[in-house]
């Protein structure tokens, strides 16, 4: 009995070790992901792999070469990537290093809002014209292809600096995914609903077409009044004003940062029918 009790905890003692290797591998690999050490990596598996071909084929010229570079190896790593692993430390040393992703998560979220906000109010005060969608789940790569690739991270200066009148990149709408403005000066489909007003003009029935195809949430910027409008799923909310803007881009945007599918029965405000 006694010996079983041993063999239960020694057994756990193992699924924890291997655990905790592995946490810490995967939270490694996270931090270096995006920089000039992930190449590193990426080498260091190289030469392991060179060398295991090499001793199964006893190629003892490389294997020396191979085992003089693992022996200097780690001086020129430590020499050569200073500021990522200072980085590391001193993510050890705030605690985030064993964070959760979900307060970037929600950080990343809370960004994305504050940048469309801060953009879309400076251009209504200034009354330029903008068209901007915002990916939701249906894809809308044959929509992307019709512009010109930014894949650049949202910020409200990028965005606001695309509109600004007489570039390239005004005319037309922005795709926005997440945090990442994707494609600019695209061209969306014109709704050709009888309903729509006849003051409205060909952004607002961008928008309208595009709601109507798909479940983006795209925002328009009128150019003759500055006031801001949204649609989603065929509906347009128009006049709103920058905490109903926040409002409506925290109901609606939430489930892209989740990467959970939003529920049939919740309209586009985000409340249930």
């Not at 690999?29 to 090499?54: C, D, E, H, N, P």
């Amino acid at each position: 009995m006694f010996g079983e009790g041993l063999n239960i905890f020694n057994m756990l003692r193992i699924v924890v070790d291997i655990t905790l290797v592995w946490y810490v591998f995967y939270k490694l690999i996270m931090l270096l992901r995006g920089t000039k050490a992930i190449q590193l990596l990426k080498g260091i598996f190289v030469v392991l792999f060179i060398y295991l071909i090499s001793y199964l084929l006893n190629l003892q010229t490389v294997q020396v070469m191979i085992e003089q570079v693992i022996v200097w190896g780690p001086v020129a790593v430590i020499i050569l990537f200073q500021p990522e692993l200072r980085r590391a430390l001193e993510q050890i040393g705030r605690g985030s290093f064993f964070s959760r992703n979900r307060r970037s998560e929600e950080e990343i979220f809370n960004q994305t809002i504050d940048a469309i906000v801060k953009s879309c109010t400076y251009m209504g005060k200034r009354r330029i014209g903008a068209l901007i969608t915002i990916e939701s789940e249906t894809n809308m790569g044959d929509y992307i292809e019709t512009g010109i690739p930014i894949q650049g991270q949202l910020t409200h200066q990028l965005l606001t600096n695309i509109f600004v009148p007489n570039t390239p990149l005004h005319d037309g709408a922005v795709i926005i995914n997440q945090n990442e403005i994707v494609a600019a000066a695209c061209y969306l489909p014109l709704s050709e609903s009888p309903f729509i007003s006849k003051e409205l003009g060909t952004r607002h029935r961008a928008a309208m077409g595009i709601s109507e195809v798909s479940d983006a949430l795209t925002i328009i910027v009128s150019e003759e009044t500055g006031s801001i409008s949204c649609t989603r799923n065929g509906e347009l909310h128009r006049d709103i004003d920058q905490d109903k803007l926040v409002e409506i881009l925290r109901d609606n945007l939430g489930s892209n940062f989740k990467k959970t599918p939003t529920p049939k029965n919740w309209n586009w405000r985000g409340r249930k029918k």
